[in-house]
């Protein structure tokens, strides 16, 4: 993995080249005979191991360090490609965010995490909080570098749209424009947003979480099942969020029933 220092460009040309067409593949899951109570799968090797305890306000402890601890450990998430427009409609902004979750789905609910505040608030939280509409476009992998360039930190008014060169396909129920080439994309609604405060820096609002009720979903057609149901993973090929600057392709699944009582 790519560490600050590296040659990144080094690193990267001595991998192997990206498997475009790997099929996604079903395989038993480890122990396909488990048993009620019979616990962890590797026969109690996790068990001899020891952990350590992190209080993430530890004396000395940098914030960096409990953001590089979540980002890793908490994976694979995934990645909410936002697209909004700002009030007066003149602009439009198209951003990544992995603080991204489906909640709910009576309604549909989502909610995504903004560092920051409202006050200095990223590009698409200043224009979901003024227009109270997106659309969140999830990532697949033949747009993975166009969506990770969105990214920049491009000033307020420019467009990542440009930079990335996605295309902008009209939406029916909000102002901003859906990712064409998204197999997914949901039209959203702002429901509330709460601002949070850092605990570092007493009376600093660190963080914003925003819900947001979808309203429209989009699916390409040779995605979807008859009854408009499901998705087909083998074509959405979804890419997720993982630590650092690494995303996770997920093309090795394993099926287990849910238990019965
Ligand atoms: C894959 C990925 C996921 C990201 N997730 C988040 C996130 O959840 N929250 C956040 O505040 N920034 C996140 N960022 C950083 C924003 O995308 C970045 O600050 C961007 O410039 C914001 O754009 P905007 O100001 O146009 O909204 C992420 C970046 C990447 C590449």
Not at 14 to 41: C, H, I, L, Y
Not at 175 to 187: D, G, H, M, N, T
């Amino acid at each position: 993995m790519f560490r600050v220092g590296d040659d990144f460009e080094k690193i990267q040309a001595s991998r192997p080249e990206f498997k475009r067409d790997v099929p996604v593949t079903f395989s038993q899951p480890p122990n396909p005979s488990w048993k009620q109570g019979e616990g962890a799968n590797d026969g109690g090797e996790s068990l001899k191991k020891n952990h350590v305890e992190i209080d993430p306000y530890e004396e000395g402890r940098p914030a960096a360090s409990n953001y590089k601890l979540l980002i890793s450990g908490m994976v694979p998430r995934p990645i909410a490609l936002i697209s909004t427009k700002s009030k007066d409609g003149k602009t439009t902004n198209l951003a990544p965010f992995s603080y991204a979750n489906v909640i709910n789905h009576d309604p549909p609910l989502f909610t995504v995490g903004f560092v920051g505040s409202l006050d200095k608030a990223k590009d698409t939280l200043k224009n979901l909080a003024e227009t109270e509409e997106c659309v969140i476009n999830i990532i697949s992998e033949h747009f993975v570098e166009a969506a990770n360039a969105t990214a920049i930190n491009a000033p307020y008014g420019s467009s990542e749209w440009e930079v990335s060169g996605l295309t902008q396909a009209p939406s029916t129920v909000v102002q901003a424009a859906r990712v064409k080439e998204s197999i997914l994309a949901i039209e959203g609604k702002l429901v509330e947003t709460k601002e949070f405060e850092s605990r570092s820096t007493p009376g600093k609002k660190s963080g914003v979480l925003a819900i947001i009720e979808g309203v429209r979903f989009w699916v390409r057609d040779d995605a979807i099942n008859e009854d408009k149901s499901i998705v087909d993973l083998k074509v959405l090929k979804p890419i997720s969020r993982l630590g650092g600057i690494s995303y996770g392709r997920t093309t090795d699944a394993i099926e287990i029933p849910r238990p019965q009582f």
